[in-house]
């Protein structure tokens, strides 16, 4: 073979070393659960699920290097506290965090949500207004906690399921200097999350990124990344925007930081753990304050979450064939639906998601067609889907259903996604018999617990 051929590529640069077994459900057993659940297949126990893509977080498989350092000296290590500079995964994440993503300060957390906490505590101020892109449901409660108020700048194509247009996360510009024009001093910075969750897992472009940095920078005002899913933003700006085909993941990963004067991050998504986030900035004033805070609010992470993160990024950045994988895994089950399935286009970084409106046109809202569709996929497959995020105010408006086929990173194989597919497109051929389900109230119930449904 002549030395300038590359060969033939890995499509999956890893094997399985460990395995769990799952136990084949029959129909009938099925259709207990579900009874016993209500209809809700969030409540259906782990034991009866086949594929579980009710979430891609916290759920994603381990790697021998990552479960040595949870089964080694890594519980033994003491925590931060007060004093994180004396710990050694805390130093040892740090400093590959700061190489590889460019901020100099770094506080590790437990959770996205711990991280948006605190992050929010330190920026938002009573009345101040944050303009953002469809920003997951705890950013904007805990921006709406310290008396802020989210403005919604998404581009109107993250409203349009089926546009082509290839990022569908972007900022639509006009609305963003309308944001400064109404309300000036008042905005306190702008809050960009990546990979757009609630709208379908689409990236924002870098040129938009620069375009939205150059408005808040001529209003002095910073712009914050969530980031818990840069590294798909990431595969999808090398795929899809022109200029990028030739960079590395890493290099778009630092362009795209290098344009942010901080971040929050979830690592349960991209980052490969069950446990642990991040909070980045550039000003060691408030690295300072978001220490104390998090030491205060209880949301440090143990040494071996923060070890189990260094080694995450160690092996995701050591190539590109690993997030190549993952992307390309949610892009085949959305290939194998994209024909005669309502799903939304194009394609996301971490799932596929279903419009439920017209795949139940016969159903009405009231009737809870996400939850019913969820109900009889489980009942026919045992493979878990769930409705995801609450939809942003926007989508409500709209009258938005959705029903997320969310891809755990590393755990599934392809045949799983074929049999979700065949699930999927099995149900749609039987749509006709789904008829929605109603709701049951229990006395003492709170409306926060996840809802109970009978079968209509
Ligand atoms: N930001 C985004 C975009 C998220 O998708 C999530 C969580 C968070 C922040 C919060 O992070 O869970 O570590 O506290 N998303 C999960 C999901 C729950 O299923 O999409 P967390």
């Known amino acids: 073979m002549k030395d300038s051929s590359a060969g033939v590529p890995f499509s999956i640069p890893y094997e399985i070393a460990v395995v769990r077994p799952l136990r084949q459900t029959t129909l009938r057993e099925r259709e ?50 007060m004093a994180p500079e004396g710990n050694r995964a805390f130093v040892s994440l740090s400093e590959k965090f700061q190489k590889i993503f460019g901020f100099p300060c770094v506080v590790p957390v437990a959770q996205g949500r711990a991280a948006e906490r605190i992050w929010a505590k330190l920026h938002v101020k009573e009345d101040a207004v944050v303009a953002g892109n469809m920003l997951f449901p705890s950013t904007r409660f805990h921006i709406e906690s310290n008396g802020g108020k989210v403005v919604d700048v998404i581009a109107e194509a993250a409203h349009d399921l089926y546009s082509a247009q290839l990022f569908k996360g972007d900022v639509d510009l006009k609305k963003l200097a309308a944001v400064f024009e109404e309300h000036g001093a008042q905005v306190g910075c702008v809050y960009v999350e990546l990979c757009v969750n609630s709208c379908g897992g689409h990236p924002v472009s870098l040129g938009n990124l620069k375009e939205i940095k150059a408005i808040a920078g001529a209003h002095k005002v910073p712009l914050f990344l969530d980031a818990c899913r840069i590294l798909e933003n990431s595969y999808l700006i090398k795929q899809r925007e022109p200029g990028y085909q030739n960079h590395s993941l890493q290099e778009i990963v630092n362009e795209t930081c290098a344009l942010a004067d901080g971040c929050t991050m979830s690592a349960l998504k991209d980052f490969l753990v069950p446990v642990g986030g991040i909070i980045a900035m550039r000003d060691e004033a408030n690295y300072q304050k978001a220490s104390v805070q998090n030491f205060l609010n209880g949301s440090q992470p143990p040494s071996v979450a923060m070890e189990a993160m260094g080694v995450a990024l160690q092996e995701i950045f050591a190539s590109d064939s690993y997030v190549t994988s993952r992307v390309e895994q949610v892009n085949y089950l959305w290939r194998r639906l994209k024909d005669g399935i309502p799903i939304l286009t194009p394609p996301g970084g971490h799932g596929v998601f279903i419009d439920v409106r017209s795949f139940l046109p016969h159903v009405p809202a009231e009737n809870h067609p996400a939850e019913a569709l969820a109900a009889f996929i489980y009942h026919i497959s045992g493979i878990r889907l769930a409705k995801g995020p609450p939809l942003a105010p926007s989508q409500t408006a709209r009258g938005v259903e959705l029903l997320r086929l969310a891809v755990p990173a590393r755990r599934y194989v392809q045949g799983h996604m074929d049999d979700v597919a065949e699930a999927v497109q099995y149900a749609y051929s039987r749509r006709d018999e789904i008829k929605g389900l109603k709701k049951v109230e229990k006395p003492g119930r709170s409306r926060f617990e996840p809802a109970l449904f009978a079968a209509l």
Request: proline letters at 4%.
């Open 32 to 81: 207990n659960a579900l009874k016993a659940a209500y209809y809700n297949t969030e409540l259906v126990p782990q034991e009866m699920i086949y594929v579980d893509l009710k979430t891609d977080s916290g759920v994603s498989s381990l790697s021998m290097a990552q479960l040595s350092k949870l089964i080694g000296v890594g519980p033994l290590e003491s925590g931060m506290e």
